[in-house]
Every structure is written in structure tokens, then in C-alpha cells.
Nanobody, 123 residues
Framework: QLQASGGGLVQTGGSLRLSCAISGRPYSSAVMGWFRQAPGKERDFVATTRWSSGTTAYADSVKGRFTISRDRAEKTVDLVMNNLKAEDTAVYYC??????????????????WGQGTQVTVSS
């Protein structure tokens, strides 16, 4: 199971840190990541990381502003979001998939989803 936390309300240009707590033990080849869904829109890829190596991949829209990281000892996956913009407003979901899911923008490639946490960026 995946439990996301850390969402909230922040002003444009501000920062937030999302965290995903993982129940159980991810297998070494797992890929962890974040998707987001704005009202009335489809779920969009944000970032992924390989559980074993920490290699990362980002959507172009967040590259340079967001950082994904994993802590294997604590079994968490964090998403640090800087320089937030109004268009970052969405429900953010922690996800997990197999090794082929790395960098995938397709929600169907991720079999496990957390409950989502709301991020609202106000101007």
C-alpha cells in the first residue's frame, strides 16, 4: 500500500514536499513515481525513480523545479516541489510499477496507487 501526505495550499513561487510511505517491501526492480490530476483533466505523469538505483525521470513541465527521491531504509518516496505555479494545482498520486514503467507517461503501467493528496497553488 502507498500512503501519500504533505499536500496543502501554497502561494505561487512557494514550495511543498510530498511524501509517500510504502507498506511492505518493494522488490528491487520496482519503479516508484508520482502522477497528478487537475480538475476535469486526465492523470498526468510527473516523475519516476528506480527503487534500486535512484535513477530519475521527469515530465518536461516540472523539470528543474521538482525533485523525486527515495529512501530505501525508511521506505519512502518524496517529491520536493519548488517554484510552484497555478498550473501545478492538482491531486498528486504516489504510484508503483514494474521495471518497464520507468519514465512511462501511461497510468496503466502503474499497478499500485496511493489515495492522493491535494496541492493547491494560489496566485
Amino acid at each position: 500500500q502507498l500512503q501519500a501526505s504533505g499536500g496543502g495550499l501554497v502561494q505561487t513561487g512557494g514550495s511543498l514536499r510530498l511524501s509517500c510511505a510504502i507498506s511492505g517491501r518493494p522488490y528491487s526492480s520496482a519503479v516508484m513515481g508520482w502522477f497528478r490530476q487537475a480538475p476535469g483533466k486526465e492523470r498526468d505523469f510527473v516523475a519516476t525513480t528506480r527503487w534500486s538505483s535512484g535513477t530519475t525521470a521527469y515530465a518536461d513541465s516540472v523539470k528543474g523545479r521538482f525533485t523525486i527521491s527515495r529512501d530505501r531504509a525508511e521506505k519512502t518516496v518524496d517529491l520536493v516541489m519548488n517554484n510552484l505555479k497555478a498550473e501545478d494545482t492538482a491531486v498528486y498520486y504516489c504510484v508503483a510499477g514494474g521495471p518497464s514503467a520507468f519514465g512511462s507517461h501511461a497510468p496503466r503501467d502503474f499497478l499500485s496507487w496511493g489515495q492522493g493528496t491535494q496541492v493547491t497553488v494560489s496566485s
